[in-house]
């Protein structure tokens, strides 16, 4: 049986989804994989030159490149304000359905994830009476949202997808008229946990799944291990300056690859400035998660004043 797994990739993200793929590939030795990368670039040639490696790390996978023509989301919305993270890649993976050349089950990993550990119990679960299995978020946001407040807000950083649930139930067409609507902060975020919530179609997974933010720091704080990490945030951990749970761990993998040299990026005195910024950036909006619309109405106005 083949497990399929899927990428969205593009600007300095090659490098740390190569990462991702080598702990994939490192932890599950027993598993056969297909993976799937989506772009709207061509190929990179030092990740695809490098395959060569992860084969003697594992026997048993294919890499797929996929490319996506971009000038189809041409005139969908884009960002308008500093949370807002509208970019193709959103639309690629709401529309995943459309691009996959397969049926079943696909578990869709951020490119900056490592796998840490063995999937599977996830990727042996039961998925026929859902659409996708996802981990809690590190802030449970269903304030202000159609949704129950009995539900759990996921992160959708990685998410385990039903594809024929997810194309039967035209689940990417409704995320995206939703974005279109609404201009959520975290758009297909936001979208795919309304979409989703309403139709009580989401099974919600241990955090180990997506080790992200607080939830990471718990880990750490407790010597547990999560099986996916999930370095969200603008502080990556191939950041010199970057201070974050599990940045060794990202750091270790790194450094067993061909890709080794690509940590440290950003060691200058500007980087460490702007990473200081990041952190102060990241407080406030913390502190202000639970008011949504003093945070959008202060995020647009401290965006207006860093462009001046």
Not at 139 to 156: E, W
Not at 194 to 212: F, G, K
Request: with cysteine; net charge negative.
């Amino acid at each position: 049986m083949t497990d399929y797994i899927a990428y969205i990739v593009g600007g300095d993200s090659w490098t740390p989804c190569y990462v991702s793929i080598y702990s994939l590939l490192s932890n599950n030795p027993n598993r056969r994989f297909k993976i799937f990368i989506l772009s709207e670039e061509n190929k990179s040639v030092k990740f695809f030159n490098n395959i060569d490696f992860l084969n003697d790390v594992h026997g048993d996978f294919e890499v797929e490149y996929i490319w996506i023509d971009e000038t189809q989301y041409d005139d969908f919305p884009r960002a308008d304000n500093g949370q807002n993270h509208l970019t193709n890649g959103v639309y690629f993976k709401l529309s995943i359905d459309d691009f996959l050349p397969i049926d079943g089950n696909v578990l869709y990993l951020d490119a900056d994830t490592i796998v840490d550990g063995p999937l599977d119990d996830l990727l042996d679960r039961d998925m026929s009476d859902c659409i996708i299995a996802a981990s809690p978020d590190r802030l449970n946001r269903i304030l202000g949202l159609d949704i129950p407040n009995t539900k759990r807000y996921f992160n959708a950083g990685v998410c385990y997808i039903n594809l024929n649930n997810w194309s039967d139930m035209n689940i990417g067409e409704k995320a995206i008229k939703y974005i279109f609507e609404k201009n959520p902060d975290l758009n297909d975020q936001t979208a795919m946990n309304v979409t989703l919530h309403q139709l009580d179609m989401v099974d919600i997974i241990s955090p180990e799944y997506n080790a992200h933010g607080h939830w990471a720091k718990e880990f750490q704080k407790y010597d547990e291990n999560p099986i996916i990490i999930h370095y969200t945030g603008r502080n990556k951990p191939w950041h010199y300056w970057t201070k974050r749970p599990y940045k060794k761990t990202w750091v270790s993998y790194c450094s067993e690859t061909p890709l080794d040299n690509y940590y440290p990026q950003d060691k200058d005195l500007k980087s460490y400035l702007q990473s200081k910024q990041h952190l102060i950036e990241r407080t406030v909006s913390n502190l202000l998660e639970p008011y949504p619309v003093a945070k959008r109405s202060i995020s647009n106005a401290y965006d207006a004043l860093v462009k001046q």
